[in-house]
């Protein structure tokens, strides 16, 4: 069995983390050619198309005896988190490159704390805005000349807005899904919000100036092999062994061995993508990840 294997929930967390990485940097060579929304709705497709099947081998049902409203807040969480916080962030990646988006994308435990504080009535400790001001400063050193190397500042300043409004959408759907939660199937749940965000990305695209262009998805086989790749191990592989991960560790460890994530996009952007990698940035991928270790350390 696998729960007999030492520290296991620990070795598939971190699992997570590199396997959520490694798609990253796929999903940035995919941002070459791709569009955000076009990106978007490839990878929940095939991430839904992979979970039904997934939901059946574990016998977990279809259509779980919920309250309606339940539905509702699910469903309304798979649009926040998925169809924007997604499109948003590969909007982000886009511009920023791997490297400089794994710094920003450290703004997501701090808005997860944040609106919890604000909507669940969660505690927010000293320590926990120590943290937030750190992740802050980080973000902050990212517009400096010397860290930012080959990015114009126009797209640097898109790239961080467009960062932070995927961090607070990502954020903001956990929020808003986290009552629901305790009711529902966590699989289930996931699955659900995938559909929900598909729903939502082909408004988006109907609704787009340039969805026959988005759409077509007429590119090279080797971007085509990105997007393939990128979508099965970000979308599916990476989401199986996060919920193996929760089940096998505590949440909080769990949690900051996932938030490890970010420390290998920074490494792999400079090893893969040959994005530069200097001491300001280091340092700020390090500030960034101490904040991160101080705000869900203490949550």
Request: glycine fraction near 6%; aromatic fraction near 12%; include cysteine.
């Given at each position: 069995?696998?729960?007999?294997?030492?520290?296991?929930?620990?070795?598939?967390?971190?699992?997570?983390?590199?396997?959520?990485?490694?798609?990253?940097?796929?999903?940035?060579?995919?941002?070459?050619?791709?569009?955000?929304?076009?990106?978007?709705?490839?990878?929940?497709?095939?991430?839904?198309?992979?979970?039904?099947?997934?939901?059946?081998?574990?016998n977990v049902p279809l259509l779980p005896s919920l309250p309606g409203p339940d539905y509702l807040i699910i469903f309304v969480s798979g649009i926040v988190g998925i169809s924007i916080g997604d499109t948003f962030?590969?909007?982000?990646?886009?511009?920023?490159?791997?490297?400089?988006?794994?710094?920003?994308?450290?703004?997501?435990?701090?808005?997860?704390?944040?609106?919890?504080?604000?909507?669940?009535?969660e505690n927010l400790s000293l320590v926990q805005l120590l943290g937030v001001f750190l992740i802050l400063s980080a973000v902050f050193f990212t517009s400096k000349k010397k860290t930012r190397a080959n990015v114009t500042k126009r797209d640097l300043w898109i790239g961080i807005i467009c960062g932070v409004l995927a961090m607070l959408s990502m954020a903001a759907g956990v929020v808003i899904v986290k009552p629901a939660l305790d009711r529902a199937p966590l699989l289930w749940s996931i699955t659900f919000r995938i559909y929900a965000g598909i729903a939502v990305l082909f408004l988006m695209l109907w609704l787009h100036p340039s969805r026959r262009t988005i759409s077509r998805f007429h590119f090279p086989l080797v971007t085509w092999k990105y997007a393939l790749i990128g979508s099965f191990f970000g979308a599916y592989v990476a989401v199986i062994l996060w919920l193996a991960g929760m089940k096998y560790t505590d949440t909080s460890i769990?949690?900051?061995?996932?938030?490890?994530?970010?420390?290998?996009?920074?490494?792999?952007?400079?090893?893969?993508l040959k994005e530069p990698m200097n001491r300001q940035r280091v340092m700020s991928i390090i500030a960034a990840f101490i904040g991160v270790l101080l705000v869900i350390g203490t949550s």
């Open positions: 069995m696998i729960s007999h294997i030492p520290y296991i929930g620990e070795i598939l967390s971190l699992s997570t983390a590199l396997v959520w990485a490694f798609s990253v940097i796929i999903f940035r060579k995919c941002g070459e050619s791709i569009h955000p929304i076009g990106l978007n709705l490839f990878k929940n497709t095939l991430a839904g198309l992979l979970l039904v099947p997934t939901l059946l081998l574990f962030f590969f909007m982000s990646l886009n511009r920023l490159g791997a490297g400089l988006s794994a710094i920003v994308d450290c703004l997501y435990s701090p808005f997860v704390i944040l609106l919890a504080f604000i909507f669940l009535e769990a949690s900051a061995l996932n938030q490890t994530s970010n420390v290998f996009i920074f490494i792999l952007a400079a090893l893969l």
